[in-house]
């Protein structure tokens, strides 16, 4: 494997369900990021880890739960959520955590809640 | 705060024809500016990125992008389009003192044969 792969792909939940996106780098990245990507709105970044640690928390309902057990892997744990946090989860990393250095970004998992 | 608008939704364009999708951005230093692409069923790649220095810019895939100060503008060209260029696009722009980027909505390219 290569780059930042998410698994799963697809995943659909129920409000009551507990379910967990995850994420993994083979970059060698320090710096790690979880973006929620709605139709026809700009990506809103939700979290940032910079070697494990959180940095970034921007305003995110506590429905939505990060993990970053240490710099390759990074989870978001999921629970009672709502149909409108269905979305496309994407992840990214970067080398450090600082505009200059380009994030990469993993395919995504789409979310959808009934 | 920093935020961008990307004034196109949506452009339909021909195979060969030339490409042009519009970013305006709002900060009141120089801006980091980048242009990422989205294909179906992936992730976004950075195309190009503006820091500083010449204002136009070379990227991957042949495209390129434009820094215009007095416009606020950094607008995405590209002179012949393929089909795989159907994509997203999408406009960040940045602080060089900070990490985040904020993101435009994006614009849906269609390649028409």
């Known amino acids: 494997e290569t780059g930042v792969t998410q698994t799963p792909r697809h995943l659909v939940m129920g409000m009551t369900n507990k379910k967990s996106l995850k994420c993994e780098q083979h970059?060698?990245?320090?710096?790690m990021y979880w973006y929620k990507q709605s139709a026809k709105k700009p990506l809103e970044l939700m979290f940032v880890?910079?070697?494990?640690?959180?940095?970034e928390n921007n305003s995110v309902p506590s429905r939505f739960s990060p993990e970053c057990p240490n710099s390759s892997h990074l989870f978001l744990h999921l629970h009672t959520l709502q149909p409108e946090d269905s979305a496309l989860y994407l992840c990214?990393?970067?080398?450090?955590?600082?505009?200059?250095?380009?994030?990469?970004f993993g395919p995504g998992t789409r979310l959808t809640v009934t | 705060a920093q935020s961008v608008t990307q004034p196109d939704i949506h452009i339909t364009v021909s195979e060969g024809a030339s490409l042009e999708l519009r970013c305006n951005y709002s900060y009141g230093a120089t801006p980091y500016l980048f242009w990422y692409v989205q294909s179906p069923g992936q992730g976004l790649q950075l195309l190009l990125k503006y820091f500083s220095g010449d204002t136009l810019v070379q990227g991957i895939k042949g495209f390129e992008a434009e820094f215009k100060r007095s416009q606020s503008s950094f607008n995405l060209r590209k002179p012949s389009v393929h089909w795989s260029d159907a994509a997203e696009y999408f406009c960040?722009?940045?602080?060089?003192?900070?990490?985040?980027?904020?993101f435009g909505a994006g614009t849906t390219v269609t390649v028409r044969a």
């Open positions: 960040a722009v940045g602080a060089s003192n900070d990490y985040k980027l904020s």
């Open positions: 990214a990393s970067s080398p450090h955590r600082d505009i200059s250095y380009e994030q990469y």
């Open positions: 880890y910079n070697f494990k640690e959180q940095t």
């Open positions: 970059l060698g990245h320090n710096a």
